[in-house]
Nanobody, 122 residues
Framework: QVQLVESGGGLVQAGGSLRLSCAAS????????MGWFRQALGKEREVVAV????????YYADSVKGRFTISRDNVKNTVFLQMNSLKPEDTAVYYC???????????????WGQGTQVTVSS
């Protein structure tokens, strides 16, 4: 059983930065595709960024390209999401997720964290 715990969310002004972390335990982190997702109030969950087990970047949503960076540390079993130039529309609960098998980049994730709130004020 894989456990994922996100941290680093908070309140920030537009144009500011936040760095989210997701610590994994209970599995072989280095084997997993890892993704960051977000869900804004009243909207469907959307994929934000995905990294392969090697750390290669597999996906960024168009809305975050050039502003967000996903990375991972397979020694520390942690995946990060550096968020710069934040906009009010980035306000959402952010979740990390692990995919232990499968080929889809944007779906079929097996394990999810509890989420961390990011609020960007204008």
């Amino acid at each position: 059983q894989v456990q994922l715990v996100e941290s680093g969310g908070g309140l920030v002004q537009a144009g500011g930065s936040l760095r989210l972390s997701c610590a994994a335990s209970g599995g072989t982190f280095s084997n997993y595709r890892m993704g960051w997702f977000r869900q804004a109030l009243g909207k469907e969950r959307e994929v934000v960024a995905v990294t392969s087990w090697t750390g290669s970047i597999e996906y960024y949503a168009d809305s975050v390209k050039g502003r967000f960076t996903i990375s991972r540390d397979n020694v520390k079993n942690t995946v990060f999401l550096q968020m710069n130039s934040l906009k009010p529309e980035d306000t959402a609960v952010y979740y990390c997720a692990a995919q232990t098998q499968g080929s889809s980049i944007i779906r079929d994730y097996d394990y999810w964290g509890q989420g961390t709130q990011v609020t960007v004020s204008s």
